[in-house]
């Protein structure tokens, strides 16, 4: 891809089904690149500017109408902008308060507009409305089933349930979308079905999931549940 060429220190990636278009997020450089379908280099948004003196850029995903969510690892805030690229707002910052963060990782919104923000310390999901106002959070961190170790990302299926990967105990932990927990999946391991330290989970239009692991250097894919 040509546009990868200039691409420097990438840790994210979200892609515009309507448009094309693919942002992927520089953490050094504080910015996004923006690339067509081909792959080709298009522009940038440079979030320096935004009046923040120091920034981290970490994961990124699109909502249903376009709008774009960018994690600012350097200010634990999530940035928002609408789908023609212009900032919105911010939300969030660093500290122990609700609606705060402590080392976000990863954020989801549902076809409601729901924002889901996971953090590795502090609660482990904290849920906002579409304006970034805060509603509640939820997932205690521990080695029990129900709890999560070192949650790491969050895919959101079509029935709205919350599927973390929970990097330290080797599997994925299933929420509904009120935070009540479902079920753990997998185990430690290198096998079909099992996982180390998986990293990042996403879903396709059809429910087939796809998990990242960071331990056995590959991508699983499994048929819809």
Do not use: C
Request: net charge negative; proline share 1%.
């Amino acid at each position: 891809i040509d546009g990868a060429k200039n691409i420097i220190s990438p840790l994210g990636i979200a892609v515009d089904v309507k448009l094309g278009n693919i942002y992927v997020s520089e953490r050094e450089s504080g910015k996004l690149k923006v690339l067509n379908f081909r792959g080709e280099g298009i522009h940038e948004i440079d979030l320096s500017k935004l009046g923040r003196t120091e920034i981290s850029v970490g994961r990124i995903t699109l909502d249903k109408s376009g709008n774009l969510f960018v994690i600012d690892g350097m200010n634990q805030e999530i940035l928002v902008f609408d789908m023609s690229e212009n900032f919105r707002f911010r939300f969030g910052g660093m500290g122990t308060k609700e609606g705060q963060f402590e080392m976000l990782q990863d954020i989801g919104v549902d076809e409601d507009g729901r924002v889901y923000a996971v953090s590795s310390f502090g609660t482990s999901v904290q849920v906002f409305d579409r304006d970034g106002g805060y509603l509640f959070g939820f997932g205690k961190h521990g080695a029990d089933e129900a709890k999560l170790s070192f949650p790491a990302g969050i895919g959101i299926d079509k029935n709205k349930r919350l599927w973390l990967t929970d990097s330290f105990q080797h599997s994925l932990k299933v929420f509904d979308h009120n935070g009540k927990f479902l079920f753990k999946w997998g185990n430690m391991g290198s096998g079909n079905g099992d996982f180390l330290f998986p990293i990042d989970i996403d879903f396709d239009s059809k429910g087939n999931i796809y998990v990242l692991e960071k331990g056995n250097s590959r991508v699983q894919v499994f048929e819809e549940q």
